[in-house]
């Protein structure tokens, strides 16, 4: 297998990506949907203190994930043509959006709040002891109405991915499966 995309098929490193962001993305919305649809619990309590350290691990991935992409350009599969492939465009831009900027804004409001931020025992920002509304705010407004958004648009591309599998019969969930 090539670790570079090339105009056939993804490449070891953007297949590794994707799933890794894919599985990650579930997990993390999945707890927000078990803690929405169950309240406090033990599980979802458990579930819920790694909402932290998994969103600071997506944010990394998504910035890697989209410079692999512009690294890939020339040589990235082509997609349908028409209408449907530049929907099928927007749709993937939709969602690195929301990947990018939903952690962002967390970043954000943890800045903001004056305490520090740790991801697996690194602290990647210091704690500066004062709150800075104006920080928080964005997030507070936005990231959870964001994480919906995003949850919907990652059931949004699941599905297409079973139509064109099951329904339009081509190659695109093979090129990324593998």
């Known amino acids: 297998m090539k670790i570079r995309d090339d105009g056939l098929r993804y490449g070891l490193v953007t297949r590794v990506l994707h799933w890794g962001i894919a599985g990650l993305l579930l997990y993390q919305l999945g ?79 943890q800045y903001g709040s004056g305490r520090a931020f740790e991801v697996f025992g690194l602290t990647i920002m210091q704690g500066g002891g004062e709150r800075i509304e104006w920080m928080m705010a964005p997030a507070r407004a ?19 991915a079973l139509v064109h599998h099951f329904v339009l019969k081509d190659n695109t969930l093979r090129r990324m499966a593998g």
Do not use: C, D
């Open 31 to 109: 707890g927000v949907v078990a803690g929405a649809a169950l309240g406090e619990t033990p599980l979802t309590e458990a579930w819920g203190s790694s909402h932290k350290t998994v969103g600071g691990l997506l944010i990394v991935l998504a910035v890697l994930r989209a410079l692999w992409g512009f690294y890939n350009l020339a040589t990235r599969p082509t997609g349908i043509g028409g209408v449907v492939g530049r929907l099928a465009g927007i749709g993937h831009l939709v969602l690195y959006g929301l990947m990018l900027a939903v952690p962002a804004l967390a970043l954000l409001r």
């Open 142 to 160: 936005y990231h959870g109405l964001l994480g919906w958004v995003l949850l919907v648009a990652v059931l949004g591309h699941i599905i297409m």
